[in-house]
Structure formats: structure tokens, C-alpha cells
């Protein structure tokens, strides 16, 4: 399996930015792709996940209502639309793809098996 991501760049705060990730190779049904993101001296962290059996997502709390992830089966590639950014969404972003854990009334990624490499996003003030 091999992710690629794109899509990074620079952009001003409460600007919009559209990330691409395309899957090669065998992609299981029962496992998700989504998107992740990490500060220099943080942890990383799940951003957004998109089921490849029935395109459920799962969401950050923090990040529900500014950014929407979707896929095209056709194309094999995972979008995710980030809107009215902040310097706070400052990071690299990496797309995975990994089993997920059903929780409470949906599910939540529980493991990542595969990683793209990292596509940077810099919102300035």
C-alpha cells in the first residue's frame, strides 16, 4: 500500500485549503483513511478519517464544522476540505490508513498501519 499526499501550502487565517490523498495498492474494506497532523514538540494527532466499506467519517472534536474529508472510489483519493484556517492548524499533515474501534455511536481510528508522507500547511495571522 502506498499513500500520497498533496495539497500543502501556504495561506492567510480564515483562508481554505483542500488536501489529496491517493491510495495505491490493496486497500481493505474494512479499514479507513483519514488524515493526521503534528507540531514540531507535539503529538500527533487524528484530524479527520473516512471509512473505505461506507464512507462513515470520524472527526476531531475540535475540528467538526471547518473541515469535511470525502473520497472518490474512482480515483482512490481522500480529500479533505479544511475552511477558515488558523496559524492553530499550522502543521504537517500526513494521511494513513488503519483499522478503526467502534465508539459510542460510530467509530474512531484505533490503529494506523500504513502512512503517506507529509504534506506541510502554514496559515499565517
Known amino acids: 500500500v502506498q499513500l500520497q499526499a498533496s495539497g500543502g501550502g501556504s495561506v492567510q487565517s480564515v483562508g481554505s485549503l483542500t488536501l489529496s490523498c491517493t491510495a495505491s495498492?490493496?486497500?481493505?474494506?474494512?479499514?479507513?483513511i483519514g488524515w493526521f497532523r503534528q507540531v514540531p514538540g507535539r503529538e500527533r494527532e487524528g484530524v479527520s478519517c473516512?471509512?473505505?466499506?461506507?464512507?462513515?467519517?470520524w472527526y476531531a472534536d475540535s475540528l467538526k464544522g471547518r473541515f469535511t474529508i470525502s473520497k472518490d472510489n474512482v480515483k482512490g483519493t481522500v480529500y479533505l476540505q479544511m475552511n477558515n484556517l488558523t496559524p492553530e492548524d499550522t502543521a504537517l499533515y500526513y494521511c494513513?490508513?488503519?483499522?478503526?474501534?467502534?465508539?459510542?455511536?460510530?467509530?474512531?481510528?484505533?490503529?494506523?498501519?500504513?502512512w503517506g508522507q507529509g504534506t506541510l500547511v502554514t496559515v499565517s495571522s
Open positions: 473516512i471509512s473505505n466499506s461506507d464512507g462513515s467519517t
Open positions: 495498492g490493496f486497500t481493505p474494506e474494512h479499514f479507513f
Open positions: 494513513a490508513m488503519g483499522s478503526f474501534s467502534l465508539y459510542g455511536n460510530g467509530w474512531r481510528p484505533s490503529r494506523m498501519d500504513y
